[in-house]
T-cell receptor
Framework: ETGVTQSPTHLIKTRGQQVTLRCSSQ?????VSWYQQALGQGPQFIFQ???????GRGNFPPRFSGLQFPNYSSELNVNALELDDSALYLC???????????FGPGTRLTVL | GESVGLHLPTLSVQEGDNSIINCAYS??????FIWYKQESGKGPQFIID?????DKRQGQRVTVLLNKTVKHLSLQIAATQPGDSAVYFC???????????FGQGTTLQVKP
């Protein structure tokens, strides 16, 4: 059984650009959640995908969007990047919507 | 707004001593609480969880206590080891989306 994986590990972008982050959920898990973790802070919920549909969204603007594929892997897209988007982006998968979430190692995004 | 807070940003203990990390939560309707450990450069790792119908739960070297009257959660680590050095987050689950609300974290430093 493989755990949650994320790619890329690190990414550097400039303001105004767009970025796509990827996540492969743990085997057998149909739910993926994305979190943003600023330096020195706890993770903040962005949104959750369950069986390819968005199932809950945090306080993030529409330029943060996502997608879940039939194999339950997921993408996080951020448009019009801002300096404050610099953070560790964490993906977590769970067996179902309210089951225990297992986190991946994260993608470190730096916006210059 | 929603928040889960930890009382101390840093806790320093001697190797072999017991550690207690505290957390205050604000949503009395939360029904599920989790402690995560996050080492530098890694994603949060599950330690132990507890549901709101319980007061105490024990794992290997760890115990979580829940006091719903004062909305307080604590993590006790017995015989703290250098490998326990990390940032510890408490999180509460909100609603049926599986959304987790994290606090800012407590850094545990274990002195040899």
């Amino acid at each position: 059984e493989t755990g949650v994986t994320q790619s890329p590990t690190h990414l550097i972008k400039t303001r105004g650009q767009q970025v796509t982050l990827r996540c492969s959920s743990q085997s057998g898990h149909n739910t993926v959640s994305w979190y943003q973790q600023a330096l020195g802070q706890g993770p903040q919920f962005i949104f959750q995908y369950y069986r390819e549909e968005e199932n809950g969204r945090g306080n993030f603007p529409p330029r943060f969007s996502g997608l879940q594929f039939p194999n339950y892997s997921s993408e996080l897209n951020v448009n019009a990047l801002e300096l404050d988007d610099s953070a560790l982006y964490l993906c977590a998968s769970s067996l179902d919507r309210v089951d225990l979430a297992f986190f991946g190692p994260g993608t470190r995004l730096t916006v210059l | 707004g929603e928040s889960v807070g930890l009382h101390l940003p840093t806790l320093s203990v001697q190797e072999g001593d017991n550690s207690i990390i505290n957390c205050a939560y604000s949503n009395s309707a939360s029904d599920y609480f989790i402690w995560y450990k996050q080492e530098s450069g890694k994603g949060p790792q599950f330690i132990i969880d507890i549901r709101s119908n319980m007061d105490k739960r024990q794992g290997q070297r760890v115990t979580v206590l829940l006091n719903k009257t004062v909305k307080h959660l604590s993590l006790q680590i017995a015989a703290t080891q250098p490998g326990d050095s990390a940032v510890y987050f408490c999180a509460e689950r909100s609603g049926n989306t599986g959304k987790l609300i994290f606090g800012q974290g407590t850094t545990l430093q274990v002195k040899p």
